[in-house]
């Protein structure tokens, strides 16, 4: 090959060879970053629980966190709701770990609704992690509970949620393992739609490693047995409960397994809809 055309061979080869680097280069540039999870955390304890507090930072490692919770303690309320009328306060307050957090006047629910549509209209939440509660949840004393109330609210707007309690109040490094790690894995392997997975942490030993079970709802730990009553003036009654505690549980079934000192984590469904019992009443004739 003569000079002028080995020449002109090698500008045309050299054109090619920067003109793919360019492109190789616009390419890494133009591609999208993957976003950080967010995740949005309620409890029914309060604003000022320290297991909401110690939840919030330790999902703050993974992900972006923003905190809306009750002003005041709302143990028990289930996914019971008070927005439904009249008018209510949400203040901002400081949480370690939540790039926004808010104390809301009204019922678990309402903090996690309030959550979902105010700050996430723009940028929505990929999971609610409701706790950590002060004190058990476990089997069916969760249709009581206002922990798990928060996360079904959760569930209900089509977000995966989480709800986690435990017994023991002086650590909550067990359980906010337990929700990092659920958290990581559901997003791994996915999430049913409308499902709450409530995560139980019985009291361990401080040096414990804790064995973990997945488990039905079955069992009540705990139960009204009676009450303790006064008469009033007026002829009414002051009365109080009194509570028990039965240790006899179906095996295999969570409060069993909590009872047996395991950290049990229960898929709870948001429909309650009974489908054998529907096919049944179909085929009655009404």
């Known amino acids: 090959m003569n000079t002028p055309m080995r020449n002109f061979a090698l500008s045309v080869i050299s054109i090619i060879g920067v003109v793919g680097f360019v492109a190789v280069l616009f390419a890494e540039d133009t591609t999208p970053a993957q976003s950080p999870l967010r995740i949005l955390v309620a409890n029914d304890d309060g604003i000022d629980s320290p297991g909401l507090h110690a939840l919030a930072l330790a999902l703050s490692e993974i992900g972006e966190v923003v905190v809306s919770a009750p002003e005041e303690n709302c143990s028990g309320a289930s996914q019971s709701s008070k927005i439904f009328s009249g008018t209510h306060r949400a203040n901002l307050v400081k949480v370690k770990g939540a790039v926004k957090a808010w104390s809301i006047e009204g019922t678990p629910s309402d903090a996690v609704t309030w959550g979902l549509l105010h700050e996430g209209k723009e940028k929505p939440f990929d999971f609610v992690v409701s706790g950590i509660n002060a004190g058990a949840n476990v089997g069916e004393i969760a249709h009581y509970s206002g922990t798990i109330g928060a996360a079904m609210e959760g569930a209900a707007w089509g977000i995966p949620s989480i709800a986690v309690s435990q017994t023991r109040q002086d650590n909550f490094e067990v359980s906010c393992a337990m929700a990092v790690k659920l958290v990581q894995r559901l997003v791994e392997d996915g999430a049913t739609p409308q499902t709450v997975w409530a995560i139980e942490v ?51 079934g969570a409060t069993h397994e909590f009872q047996s000192g395991k950290v049990v984590i229960t898929p709870l469904r948001y429909n309650w809809t009974d489908e054998d019992e529907l096919q049944r009443m179909r085929g009655w004739d009404w």
């Open 202 to 252: 019985p009291r361990l030993a401080a040096d414990a490693v804790p064995e973990v079970v997945f488990a039905p709802m079955a069992g009540r730990y705990m139960e009204v047995g009676s009450f303790q009553v006064k008469k009033n003036e007026d002829g009414g009654f002051v009365f109080r409960p009194q509570l028990t505690f039965p240790r006899e549980h179906v095996v295999g």
